[in-house]
């Protein structure tokens, strides 16, 4: 039961473009919302996060937007750089005290020079 | 200075032995966990310890037996190890176990049974 989708499991985009990562989530108790970049043969290290009262948080180049009424969230990076190539999990958690972090499968990116 | 250290990094074991993977945090976090990337690709968690307490503890066999000697500590113990315990395994840590804070996590430790 996967409650965080992400779908593409890659994508690639030129240097300087616009790359939009999606994720979907089916728990609606989810109210908190993480993007985790990881090179291989890392952790995954933190990027940008975003509450259910809001609707975009922007970092940067980075920026997630969040539809609470489509269970969608969207991470742009802008511009791409081939520094920022890697796998992106997206990952949520629901209320309470303890924190607990459903993630996606992940999805590679590759920015081409 | 690494945050969040785990050794070994790679661990290469025979069916039905036993072996430990030891994490460590600098970071100061009274709450560390246990997340596991199987062949899919999924990370999820296993364990959660507050200062030294378990909090999460997610349905895993109990051949996996974490332990917590420290608030900066969170080892993992697997008991008569299957082929399907091959895996990454990450240790992670938060400041608490409330959300919205980040969790660091380290480099993984990537075990192969065979």
């Known amino acids: 039961d996967q409650q965080v989708k992400q779908n593409s499991p890659s994508l690639s985009v030129q240097e300087g473009r616009i790359s939009i990562l999606n994720c979907d989530y089916t728990n609606s108790m989810f109210d908190y919302f993480l993007w985790y970049k990881k090179y291989p043969a890392e952790g995954p290290t933190f990027l940008i996060s975003?509450?259910?009262?809001?609707d975009k948080n922007e970092d940067g180049r980075f920026t997630v937007f969040l539809n609470k009424s489509a269970k969608h969230l969207s991470l742009h990076i802008v511009p791409s750089q081939p520094g920022d190539s890697a796998v992106y999990f997206c990952a949520a958690s629901a209320g309470g005290s303890n924190y607990k972090l459903t993630f996606g499968k992940g999805t590679l990116l590759t920015v081409n020079p | 200075d690494t945050a969040v250290s785990q050794t070994p990094k790679y661990l290469v074991t025979q069916m039905g032995n036993d072996k430990s993977i030891k994490c460590e945090q600098n970071?100061?976090?009274?709450?560390m966990y246990w997340y596991k990337q199987d062949s899919k690709k999924f990370l999820k968690i296993m364990f959660s310890?507050?200062?030294?307490?378990?909090?999460i503890n997610e349905t895993v066999p109990n051949r996996f037996s974490p332990k917590s000697p420290d608030k900066a500590h969170l080892n993992l113990h697997i008991n008569s190890l299957e082929l399907g315990d091959s895996a990454v395994y990450f240790c992670?840590?938060?400041?608490?176990?409330?959300?919205?804070?980040?969790?660091?996590f380290g480099q993984g430790t990537r075990l192969t049974v065979v």
């Open positions: 310890y507050n200062n030294k307490e378990l909090i």
């Open positions: 970071l100061g976090h009274d709450t």
């Open positions: 975003i509450s259910s009262i809001k």
């Open positions: 992670a840590s938060t400041r608490g176990p409330g959300r919205n804070t980040e969790a660091f």
